[in-house]
């Protein structure tokens, strides 16, 4: 069996690849490497995954239809689909739209198309956000809440395309699953996140930003655990035997625990041992006040289970982001 995975070189794709590597399976990777962060990150957890014979790298744009038609197109075997590229970032789509409009729309298009007329699919696996729920004030969130007021763009193109995987599930027939993360966080992560972002301006005696004026929670989500329910989902694939209702499934991927935003700066001052300078702010435009994760019917259909408690993923993150920076 062959897995393509896109976003190969992103932080949870490359995770992704490397348990699906250890496994024995074959992956195809896809991504363009693109320098919305730094690239050298990025070639360094393609680095982690080039070890491996059974890994292929392909250097292509999702947003390109030839990615899919030309290069793709000439492969065969690929029974599954793990699409994880994406325009990242709540703040980034207020400055800079089309980015999302490329990578968020118009790619994931070109990864459906790609997949309907895929011969073999078994199922497609897609990231979604739970930036979808947008101003929605119930807690926890569940899969069966309202997603239509979304607060940022980069939520509302996640919406869509949860929407689009649904019209190509009606209409073809494709097992999709989407899942909707919960503020990933661990090792190989990304800089534009708190953590990383915090951990660097400690480290250097600079001032971190509290908006919300510090008010604000998040389901704090491990790579481990998150990587697990991705592979657990694969497997699990959406039933095609009812012509009334469409292989089609949505699921929160998330930790089940709301912790305040302050909770992640002690963990982060404990690991470092360092005291952080506060500057507290107001709400930042297109953010929200708290997240958390209904992850119940992921639980009950493949057996999700998350196990790192806070406390014990940030000092591994601490202890990683020490080592690539002294590498580095």
Known sequence: MTILVTGAAGFIGMHVCKELLETGEKVIGLDCLSDYYDISLKNARLSELEPYPNFQLIKADISHEETFTDILGKFVGITKVVHLAAQAGVRYSITHPQSYARSNLMGFLNVLEYCRNLRGLEHLVYASSSSVYGGNRELPYTVGQSVDQPVSLYAATKKSNELMAHSYSHLY????????????????????MAYWSFTEAMLKGDPIKIFNNGDMKRDFTYIDDIVSGILKVLKAVPE????????????????????PLMNLVGALEKSLGVKAELEFLPMQKGDVKETFADIGPMQKDVGYQPKTLLEVGIPKFVDWYKSYKKES
């Not at 494709?174 to 534009?192: A, E, K, Q, S």
């Not at 009334?244 to 709301?258: A, D, Q």
């Open 240 to 259: 095609n035997k009812d012509s009334e209702k469409p292989p089609y499934r949505i699921y929160n991927i998330g930790n089940h625990r709301s912790e």
């Open 173 to 192: 027939r494709i097992p999709t699953t989407g899942l909707r993360f919960f503020t990933v966080y661990g090792p190989w992560g990304r800089p534009d």
